[in-house]
């Protein structure tokens, strides 16, 4: 199983990255998919997920209308479109898979980093 996510970079305030997560190793169109940020000395927190079929999406309350995930189930890869980025966005971003009754998987993380 691999969830390599890419995409993460060193970008200005206001600015926009797009996130991607190549998921392989399982059945990608079985889990519902999920990102996660951890800055430098905080705890791993919530950003985004969405389920299996791409229907419903789910956002904190931070990002919500700045960041969109969708997803691509013929590509088995997981989106994360982050717009008008502030430095309090800056963290390691990672990709999560989850199912009912499996374990989850993650990926390695990739890191955004947003001057001001």
């Known amino acids: 199983v691999q969830l390599q996510a890419s995409g993460g970079g060193l970008v200005q305030a206001g600015d926009s990255l797009r996130l991607s997560c190549a998921a392989s190793?399982?059945?990608?169109?079985?889990?519902?998919m999920g990102w996660f940020r951890q800055a430098t000395g905080k705890e791993r927190e919530f950003v985004a997920a969405?389920?299996?079929?791409?229907?419903?999406?789910y956002y904190s309350d931070s990002v919500k209308g700045r960041f969109t995930i969708s997803r691509d189930n013929a590509r088995n890869t997981v989106y994360l479109q982050m717009n008008s980025l502030k430095p309090e966005d800056t963290a390691v971003y990672y990709c999560?898979?989850?199912?009912?009754?499996?374990?989850?998987?993650w990926g390695q993380g990739t890191l955004v980093t947003v001057s001001s």
């Open positions: 969405v389920t299996w079929s791409g229907g419903s999406t």
């Open positions: 190793g399982f059945t990608f169109s079985d889990y519902g």
């Open positions: 999560n898979a989850k199912t009912p009754g499996k374990r989850d998987y």
